[in-house]
């Protein structure tokens, strides 16, 4: 969210938008490709930890 929709989520007119939109600030997009899924849920549970 932050890198693509900055201004939406560092100014309070933004986060009313997105609270309007029923939209988590804190939303995390995740775009993977065609690496084994086993690498990529360790590689997500390190992040995630």
């Given at each position: 969210?932050?890198?693509?929709?900055?201004d939406?989520?560092?100014?309070?007119?933004?986060?009313?938008?997105?609270?309007a939109?029923?939209?988590?600030?804190?939303?995390?997009?995740?775009?993977v490709?065609?690496?084994?899924?086993?690498?990529?849920?360790?590689?997500?549970?390190?992040?995630?930890?």
């Amino acid at each position: 969210m932050y890198l693509a929709h900055y201004d939406l989520v560092t100014t309070p007119a933004g986060l009313a938008e997105l609270f309007a939109s029923r939209l988590d600030p804190d939303l995390l997009r995740l775009c993977v490709g065609y690496e084994p899924v086993e690498e990529i849920i360790e590689a997500l549970g390190e992040a995630l930890s």
